[in-house]
């Protein structure tokens, strides 16, 4: 988010006495080149009688030139705008081809247009040394000129120089010093005498105190404060004019509002104009505040935000208590193995080697900690497409009053007979008929046909598939055989008109083929979520599985149990 930083800038001169002032032309207006968005701007002149007249110089700057009719004591320019300090990257540009690498020359149309940017002032010795110094093998264009600007402040010494005027470059050279103006004139002249179109720019330069210290390059600033400044802007053919400011060795940003940019610095002065002679006393005034500064990642909240929120929070918790909220937790926190945390199970794989159990030690040991006596399930998880099987979902079930509702025998292990008694009991209890509960078996159609497919010299128990799942799938069918069942159905329905005693309902399913059979597993049939049953109509799947057509996830009748006796998959009993 922007920070809006407001700037305020004062130039005042006081006279011994009445002085008659000649046109003053001003350019302390942002250039309509800025990259800094500037929602606000005034310009306040004394003295008010006076007449003023807007306009945009060759180069497309604003100027003010002010007419003064009466004779003076004193000349005030007072300059208030707000910039949006939004971060702008410096590097966001294209270049074309023919310019992609230095050096390179200008289209001649462009420069034409560019020549009075190219015009170079003839150097000295100090000069003409140093450019000889700079290399010209080819390089690309874009860190060629990192590579100056950062060079020029390595070699030249920031100054604070109170003298007016801008050095030579040889001067600057010579005495390895100067201030940001001199630094920006010695960077245009090396550029024209490189071949490159530059220009010199004045403007304010906005530094704010960064929330945090950087860990590598400049430190930055210690307070926000702002001073006019002097830079350097290059064209470069599909980027344009670019900005490098060599009192840092860095490319312009958010930070540099341009006023003026002109081919020489003469015409970029902030203020100009005549006066009589006179005795003056001069002063000035700049100072940067910030006026609307949005939370962010790196100063999210103020110490007065901060203790807020807290007031408030604890208002909230009050109002919580009060009403016997409880909170629990939600969503899907992710938990990945430590020992294997790049393995294809913890990251892409719907199940692997060692997922399910560590699920199932997690699931237990929640268990131990949250819900002694707990009821342990078992079910169908999410199944996303291109999947052959669902994922497991690990439920548990407790009872507030800490009463156990489930007990687990680990030494009896879970058979099909155990799934068919459990499902009888289950309709006991509802006050159903048992032997609603259907047995399902495997199609031996579907796998008759698939035993065929298999060589003569390969067993179905070990048939050498490459699809590890469908491998053990086979060798399941076949060792179990095709005349026991896989599983039970129970179908059932909350038939909510019913005396509240009993209100569930089932019936018995009359089947063609006597048997309830199971959809065979297909490639062509991934449909996610969606239970099946068999036949197919007109070769499409049918999810209309009385089962669970009422049902939003987590019904009996469409989970798998413990007490199936079937690993993940294998009864498939969301295909009825």
């Known amino acids: 988010m922007a920070i809006l930083a407001k700037l305020h800038h004062v130039t005042r001169y006081l006279y011994d006495r009445p002085v008659t002032l000649g046109p003053q032309v001003i350019r302390l207006r942002p250039a309509p080149h800025s990259r800094t968005t500037i929602p606000s701007y005034s310009l306040k002149v004394v003295p008010e009688q006076h007449f003023v007249n807007w306009q945009q110089d060759p180069h497309g700057n604003w100027l003010a030139r002010f007419v003064f009719p009466e004779k003076a004591t004193e000349f005030s320019v007072t300059v208030d705008l707000v910039a949006e300090m939004a971060v702008v990257n410096p590097f966001d540009f294209f270049i074309e081809s023919y ?109 704010l105190k960064p929330d945090l210290q950087a860990l590598d390059g400049p430190a930055g600033t210690d307070k926000d404060f702002t001073d006019l400044h002097a830079w350097t802007e290059i064209y470069i053919p599909g980027a344009g004019w670019i900005g490098l400011d060599p009192t840092s060795g860095l490319l312009c940003g958010e930070g540099h509002i341009p006023l003026a940019a002109t081919p020489h610095y003469r015409s970029a002065a902030p203020i100009s104009g005549a006066v009589d002679p006179a005795e003056v006393s001069f002063a000035f005034d700049m100072r940067v505040d910030r006026i609307d500064e949005r939370p962010r990642v790196t100063a999210p909240f103020s110490d007065e935000a901060w203790e807020r929120l807290d007031a408030l929070g604890d208002r909230v918790d009050a109002d919580l208590a009060a009403s016997d909220v409880r909170l629990t937790m939600g969503g899907e926190p992710t938990f990945i193995s430590i020992d294997d945390y790049e393995g ?10 060692t997922k399910r159990e560590r699920a199932d030690v997690l699931i237990r040991r929640l268990r131990d900690a949250f819900a002694p006596g707990g009821f342990l399930h078992y079910g169908q998880g999410k199944w996303y497409p291109g999947e052959t099987l669902p994922r497991w979902t690990f439920a548990l079930y407790w009872r507030r009053d800490g009463k156990p509702i489930a007990r687990e025998d680990a030494t009896t292990p879970a058979t099909i007979d155990g799934a068919g008694a459990l499902a009888a009991g289950i309709a006991e209890k509802l006050g159903l008929d048992g032997e609603a509960a259907l047995p399902a078996y495997e199609d031996p159609a579907h796998w008759v046909i698939k035993e065929a497919e298999l060589p003569v010299n390969v067993d179905a128990l070990d048939s050498k598939l490459e699809d590890a799942e469908a491998r053990a799938r086979i060798a399941r069918v076949f060792e179990r055989g095709l005349t026991h069942p896989s599983g039970f159905v129970l179908p059932i329905q909350r038939w909510n008109a ?47 599985c009385p089962i669970r057509r009422r049902s939003r996830g987590g019904s009996p009748s469409g989970s798998r149990s413990s007490a199936s006796g079937r690993p993940n998959g294998a009864n498939r009993s969301s295909r009825c």
């Open 99 to 207: 310019a992609d690498t230095f050096p390179f020359a200008y289209a001649p149309a462009l420069a034409e247009e560019l020549a009075p940017y190219l015009a170079a002032e003839p150097g000295d010795a100090a000069f003409e040394a140093y450019l000889a110094s700079l290399s010209r093998e080819p390089k690309q264009t874009i860190d060629f000129l990192v590579a100056l600007n950062q060079k020029l402040q390595q070699d030249i010494r920031y100054i604070v120089r109170m003298e007016p005027g801008v050095q030579t470059p040889d001067e600057t050279l010579e005495n390895a010093s100067g201030s940001c103006r001199d630094s920006a004139w010695l960077l245009v002249q090396l550029a024209r005498r490189l071949g490159l179109a530059a220009r010199f720019v004045s403007g304010y330069l906005i530094q």
């Open 344 to 353: 294809a199970e913890w990251n892409t794989a719907a199940v692997g080697p």
């Open 498 to 544: 019913a005396p509240a005693k009993s209100n569930w309902m089932t019936e018995k399913w009359k089947l063609k083929r006597e048997k309830l059979f199971l959809w065979p597993p297909s490639p062509t049939c991934r449909r996610p979520h969606t239970p099946m049953w068999w036949p197919p109509t007109r070769g499409r799947c049918r999810p209309t």
